[in-house]
């Protein structure tokens, strides 16, 4: 796309609606599940060249996404502890940051990633820097408490406030919400919730076995529109999850993906709806080419519908312009 096209945040009425979505984490996304070598080495591939790759696409196509970023690689030194948050301590990990080396970002560091998050802040094409929390904790959790709640976003305002842009959405980490007073409190108005599959009902294999079948068949991802919460903040259901190549997704062919982002894209233009890809960087790494390939290809078409005039293509705290345009 030519810098004459029409600006990544511009809706105008009576389009569908394009949002892209990247979960940044690194260490932070997995340390208290899984964590090894290999994965280390997932993570720095992925502020290498990943991140790298996908900046380079969004601003070849002209695309704000939205980076809901943990607020920790924001820091470019931290001393490992913390002892001035509240303790957070959950059943299965009661010492959150006792794996945390803290020290400096010295561009290896998979806990420290400043210099990343800012070639994001800088991209030519704006982006939106997100909050994912400051340290990954579940919002949904029994174990956060009021203030800690209070502290992973005030520290992330802050950090997003630093890097010059505005904390203005959230994505919480593992879908669980919570603590959404404090969420308005600190100036959020959207936040992104799980994925509309419509499998929600099923269990176990056979839920997996269904996603797997919608991916392989390429069938169509639902579109949504937003909607506003008790606390008056406007959610969003996310459409379709751009997923690792592990194990039996290896199968499918990228083609597959990317015919079923295109049919989620033509519903969102036919319906006038919302549809909201997201994914995590890191699971681009283990098979590099073929996924920023198809990602490509999902984007090029996405700027062909922009410009022909059918699609707005907006960062997730835009959502709300882009839907007062369509109720006009």
């Known amino acids: ?19 892209v979505n990247f979960d940044l984490e690194l260490a932070w996304g997995r340390f208290d599940i899984e964590y090894s070598e290999e994965l280390v080495q997932r993570w720095r591939l992925t502020r290498k060249r990943v991140v790298p790759e996908l900046l380079r696409i969004l601003e070849r196509h002209n695309i704000s996404a939205t980076w809901a970023v943990v607020g920790h690689l924001m820091l470019d030194e931290c001393d490992g502890r913390h002892e001035e948050m509240e303790a957070y301590s959950p059943p299965h990990f009661p010492e959150w940051f006792r794996l945390d080396p803290g020290g400096t970002d010295d561009g290896e560091s998979v806990w420290l990633a400043r210099s990343m998050v800012e070639a994001i ?13 400051f340290s990954h904790v579940e919002f949904g959790s029994p174990a956060l408490t009021s203030l800690r709640a209070r502290q992973e976003l005030e520290m992330s305002r802050k950090l997003i406030s630093d890097l010059g842009g505005e904390m203005r959405s959230i994505v919480f980490p593992r879908g669980g919400n919570g603590h959404l007073d404090s969420v308005r409190d600190t100036g959020i108005q959207v936040y992104r919730e799980a994925d509309v599959s419509g499998y929600e009902h099923l269990s176990g294999l056979r839920r997996k076995l269904a996603h797997f079948s919608s991916e392989l068949f390429a069938l169509t991802p639902p579109t949504v529109l937003p909607q506003r919460d008790c606390e008056g903040l406007i959610v969003l259901r996310s459409s379709m999850l751009y997923n690792r190549r592990g194990r039996f997704r290896q199968l499918i062919p990228m083609r597959q993906r990317v015919l079923r982002a295109v049919r989620g894209l033509r519903q969102a233009v036919r319906r006038r709806e919302v549809f909201l ?5 890191a699971d681009f790494a283990d098979s590099l080419q073929p996924m920023l390939g198809a990602f490509a290809r999902i984007c090029e078409y996405a700027a062909k519908l922009r410009e022909e005039g059918k699609l707005s293509i907006v960062p997730l705290a835009d959502v709300a312009d882009w839907w007062s345009k369509q109720q006009d």
């Open 1 to 19: 796309m030519s810098s004459e096209d029409s600006g990544p945040t511009e809706a105008s009425p009576t389009t569908g609606c394009f949002i």
């Open 121 to 133: 802040a800088h991209c030519p094409v704006p982006q939106e820097i997100a909050t994912h929390t």
């Open 277 to 281: 890809l997201w994914t995590h960087p």
